[in-house]
């Protein structure tokens, strides 16, 4: 390893693909789930057909193990540190695959703590750091796509408190909040690297 993680993702297909993902995951379609996971890191992360289905059998195990109120927060870390360690390895990146697995699993973690609450600041903090430690770029440059992340969760959080229909056009409205985020954060990771240089 030693490589940085390249930032070759359509952030409209990625967008498009983690809508659906996390309209699988909140209707507990675990196939779904597994299939779409499937599409995204042969498609937007460039795994092989073996590491991807290594890669998907974790976080599979990873949603399973966080979706009940009553969780299984350890596990659901130790797999996602797999599911990161695989994509580490069949990229030859050189990110510490179990911080970006535990910053993961600390942003669901927040994520559940603060939903209805005003103060996002935690989450969108949460949600930079994650890119930060994939592609070597200091959390505060992805402060723009976090928080448009930060948005496409909140309303996912309107529909899972019942306060928004589950709508074609409500998560027409998340797919286009994680678009503009991958935009944005493939914008910035290419600016902070064109910088470094």
């Known amino acids: 390893m030693g490589e940085p993680l390249p930032a070759t993702f359509d952030p409209r297909a990625i967008g498009f693909l983690e809508a659906r993902l996390w309209h699988a995951y909140y209707a507990r379609h675990w196939p779904r789930v597994a299939l779409l996971t499937d599409r995204l890191v042969r498609g937007q992360v460039g795994l092989a057909p073996e590491s991807a289905i290594k890669a998907v059998r974790h976080a599979a195990r990873a949603a399973v193990a966080w979706a009940p109120a009553k969780n299984d927060p350890d596990k659901t870390r130790r797999e996602l540190r797999a599911f990161y360690r695989i994509i580490a390895e069949a990229q030859g990146a050189s990110f510490d695959s179990d911080a970006v697995g535990d910053a993961e699993c ?92």
């Open 106 to 197: 600390d942003y669901w973690a927040i994520h559940r703590e603060i939903v209805g609450q005003t103060d996002r600041v935690p989450l969108i903090a949460s949600l930079a750091r994650i890119p930060a430690l994939l592609y070597g770029v200091p959390a505060a440059k992805f402060i723009g796509s976090a928080t448009e992340r930060e948005l496409a969760v909140l309303l996912v959080d309107l529909i899972t408190s019942g306060q928004q229909a589950s709508t074609a056009g409500a998560w027409n409205e998340i797919t286009g909040a994680l678009v503009r985020s991958y935009e944005l954060l493939r914008a910035e990771i290419a600016e902070s690297r064109a910088a470094d240089v």
